[in-house]
């Protein structure tokens, strides 16, 4: 646009516009007139985040904003991109395509990666998936090589890259990005369905990955409460605390409503071996140390688990590294010396004081024994 249009166009669309953000038009003026650049980004940015400027964004952004584009912070003009343009449809990937060029400097090279992962997130809905992950590969090479970067930038990164393994299946790859997202930004920043859409599917990430068998980050994480009762999926955020303490019993229990998720009704037969997995080792966790030689009976009869599957369970917890130690066939006895640790709810720490308080017991015990028999020896 002309610069000599600007005021007109200004005025015109301080006269369009909702009567709560009309004054924002005489500051731009006012700022614009002035050459004060990033006290007016910081306008727009206040402009745009107003619900009210979201029909006039785009009109701003390109016969306004693009006049002085080159002299305001660049990672800023990127977010201010991207606002203006959700009123695109079918042109919002070439529109952002251009907006990346124009960012792909050496001095913005965080606003660079910024533009291309959202980029990449519009091929992903587009379905162009492989367009995406070269994308993405390319925004996180560069971000490898920064040593700082703004957090908007890691945020959107991470989004992104968990959209993508989403759609692609790989529930842990989709599980470690979108923790390192919300790591990235704060949950009362994210609208309550967002909170309950991203809570939904850590949950049925972290249940049906093969790779995942410490729930801790997710069960210490604030976007769990968005699962909280009254909320419809209560039960999936109960099941995966059965997951943690091993409770067949209440899996047993939760298990009716799996089929109100075609995902993990399909894994029901894979859901039920993994908290078999974590029954097994409760049982090693809650016993002391010197009490973990357990026979398949003892196993069997305390985590519930049918005994002819007890043996393959115990192997299967040693080749994922869940346990340490070794097995005698002949005799039908595990004998563990370590067990994975994880993140401990209430009873469960309960039952550690109650072992640290028998250890203490025992000592004192041990003692007072050598005190009594060795009496000549310290006499001595």
Request: charged share 25%; hydrophobic share 40%.
């Amino acid at each position: 646009m002309d610069l000599d249009a600007i005021p007109d166009f200004l005025s015109e669309q301080r006269d369009q516009a909702p009567a709560d953000v009309q004054h924002f038009y005489l500051t731009f003026e006012d700022l614009w007139e002035r050459k004060l650049w990033h006290e007016l980004t910081n306008s727009l940015v206040d402009f745009f985040r107003s619900p009210e400027s979201s029909s006039q964004r785009l009109a701003v952004y390109n016969n306004f904003i693009l006049s002085f584009a080159d002299k305001i912070n660049q990672l800023k003009l990127v977010w201010l991109g991207l606002q203006a343009s959700t009123q695109y449809d079918q042109d919002r990937l070439k529109f952002l395509s251009t907006l990346a060029k124009k960012v792909d400097k050496p001095k913005s090279q965080d606003a660079y990666v910024y533009a291309i992962t959202e980029v990449a997130s519009v091929k992903l809905r587009l379905d162009d998936a492989e367009s995406a992950r070269k994308d993405l590969d390319r925004a996180e090479k560069l971000l490898d090589n920064f040593d700082s970067v703004e957090t908007v930038v890691h945020a959107s990164f991470y989004r992104v890259n968990a959209d993508y393994y989403q759609a692609k299946a790989e529930f842990a790859s989709y599980y470690k990005n979108a923790l390192l997202y919300l790591a990235c930004v704060e949950i009362a920043d994210m609208t309550r369905e967002e909170q309950e859409t991203r809570a939904y599917n850590l949950s049925i990430a972290a249940l049906v990955s093969d790779s995942i068998y410490n729930f801790g980050e997710l069960l210490l994480h604030p976007i769990l409460n968005a699962l909280q009762p009254p909320h419809p999926h209560s039960w999936l955020r109960d099941l995966l605390f059965a997951f943690n303490r091993g409770d067949l019993a209440a899996f047993d229990r939760l298990s009716n409503n799996l089929n109100k998720d075609p995902l993990l009704e399909s894994y029901k037969m894979f859901l039920y071996q993994k908290i078999s997995l974590a029954a097994l080792t409760e049982l090693v966790f809650r016993r002391p140390p010197h009490d973990r030689a357990m026979t398949f009976q003892t196993i069997s009869q305390e985590t519930k688990v049918k005994p002819d599957e007890i043996e393959h369970l115990i192997m299967k917890a040693l080749s994922l590294g869940l346990l340490r130690g070794k097995i005698d066939q002949v005799a039908e006895v595990a004998k563990i010396n370590w067990v994975q640790p994880k993140v401990l709810e209430r009873s469960q720490i309960e039952g550690m004081r109650v072992r640290l308080k028998e250890w203490d017991n025992n000592v004192n015990e041990l003692g007072h024994w050598i005190e009594g028999v060795g009496k000549d020896v310290w006499a001595a």
